[in-house]
């Protein structure tokens, strides 16, 4: 876990940190005037964290930590990590319900015009 206080981080920047290999997940505490960017890696990927702070260029940063996750940190991509295969499941879901109705219109089609 990669913990770096900033100021005035956009979301165009964090898109670029979640697309660093290695990076599972990014997320943003407001603190007053700064704000602290968490970003969750892979195991034995702290070598990355140069590429990680160069997806920052130009933000303002202070203080850089790395640090083990903790259970909360651990407990929260574990949910997070969940909802979005629930979220890709009702994707495919619907997109195969939407084939299904298409196959079904074609075989219709076909006995029709038989």
């Given at each position: 876990?990669?913990?770096?206080?900033?100021?005035?981080?956009?979301?165009?920047?964090?898109?670029?940190?979640?697309?660093?290999?290695?990076?599972?997940?990014?997320?943003?505490?407001?603190?007053?005037?700064r704000?602290?960017?968490?970003?969750?890696?892979?195991?034995?990927?702290?070598?990355?964290?140069?590429?990680?702070?160069?997806?920052?260029?130009?933000?303002?940063?202070?203080?850089?930590?790395?640090?083990?996750?903790?259970?909360?940190?651990?407990?929260?991509?574990?949910?997070?990590?969940?909802?979005?295969?629930?979220?890709?499941?009702?994707?495919r879901?619907?997109?195969?319900?939407?084939?299904?109705?298409?196959?079904?219109?074609?075989?219709?089609?076909?006995?029709?015009s038989?």
């Open positions: 876990m990669l913990e770096i206080e900033a100021y005035g981080v956009d979301e165009e920047r964090l898109e670029r940190v979640r697309r660093v290999p290695g990076v599972r997940g990014v997320s943003v505490e407001e603190r007053d005037a704000q602290t960017v968490l970003v969750q890696t892979d195991r034995g990927t702290s070598g990355r964290d140069g590429a990680v702070l160069a997806a920052l260029d130009g933000v303002r940063t202070g203080r850089i930590v790395r640090r083990e996750p903790s259970l909360e940190d651990a407990y929260i991509a574990i949910v997070e990590e969940a909802v979005g295969a629930r979220e890709g499941a009702v994707i879901e619907d997109a195969m319900t939407r084939e299904d109705a298409v196959t079904r219109e074609d075989a219709v089609s076909q006995e029709a038989a």
